[in-house]
């Protein structure tokens, strides 16, 4: 870790005042190569320069432990993809138990090979649909934190996270760009899923300079029993509009 990304990526693990082991770097290194090897033949990010995969996938996941730090916790990743946030999460904070969804079955395949590479105890990686698991009860309610890092609208993924996040829970859902008139539906739709605005957190990390922010909702009450709708339903009438 010598070139100019890998020093930019190191400084922002110690602007976020985190410690990572020789272990967890070798890791993420692994996890690196592991993803840029698989992105020859299975689609898995846009981003193929080695560098901008330490910052713009993994110091941008890590970002997240600005907003949520614990000990513990129970943390469920909406559509997952490669990993991000969740599987860079469960390198940082091993303890955590970690639940990745996604609905691409290849994609999926490359979170269990790399959770089986590392050898990581504790993360589990799901081939299936939000709106389908949401209303299963071994996962409706049961997660400390909900992340989904989808490009999807805030009303939107408010539906989608806000049925597997625990009373008292977070959702946190990296955003950038112009988000007045997003918010304002946000805002409107939280109340709809039993939520509620907590904050924004500017990220001003080396290399993620372009206006990214961190949106944190909490889950005041139970999500009601009839969202998440069908995922053709939430496209057509999302909530707040």
């Known amino acids: 870790m010598s070139d100019e990304a890998s ?23 692994r996890y690196r190569e592991e993803l840029l090897d698989w992105n020859t033949r299975v689609n898995l990010t846009a981003i193929t320069d080695a560098g901008e995969v330490l910052l713009k996938h ?5 970002s997240l432990l600005q907003a949520f730090d614990r000990g513990t916790a129970s943390l469920l990743d909406i559509g997952s993809g490669a990993g991000f ?5 469960k390198i940082a904070r091993p303890q955590w138990q970690v639940t990745l969804l996604e609905a691409t079955g290849k994609k ?4 269990q090979h790399v959770i089986a590479r590392l050898n990581l105890q504790g993360v589990v990686a799901i081939h299936g649909r939000a709106e389908e698991l949401a209303h299963q009860s071994d996962y409706r309610g049961k997660f400390d934190l ?31 760009g112009d988000l007045v008139e997003e918010m304002a539906r946000g805002r409107r739709a939280a109340p709809l899923v039993g939520a509620s605005f907590a904050s924004a957190i500017p990220i001003t990390l080396p290399g993620l300079d ?5 949106l944190v909702w909490r889950q005041e009450r139970s999500c009601p029993a009839q969202y998440p709708r069908s995922g053709g339903v939430i496209a057509r009438k999302p909530l707040g509009v």
């Not at 946030?85 to 999460?89: A, E, K, Q, R, T």
């Not at 999926?108 to 979170?111: A, G, K, N």
Request: glycine letters at 6%; hydrophobic letters at 45%; proline letters at 5%.
């Open 7 to 29: 020093e930019l990526f190191k400084q922002g693990v110690e602007r976020l005042q985190l410690t990572l082991s020789e272990r967890q770097y070798e890791q993420l290194m």
């Open 146 to 176: 909900v992340t989904a890092r989808a490009v999807s609208s805030l009303p939107i993924l408010l539906e989608y996270a806000a049925p597997f996040c625990r009373v008292g829970g977070s959702m946190i859902f990296p955003k950038k």
């Open 58 to 62: 993994f110091l941008d996941s890590l």
């Open 210 to 214: 372009d206006g990214r922010q961190l």
């Open 85 to 89: 946030p969740g599987l860079v999460l």
């Open 108 to 111: 999926v395949l490359f979170l």
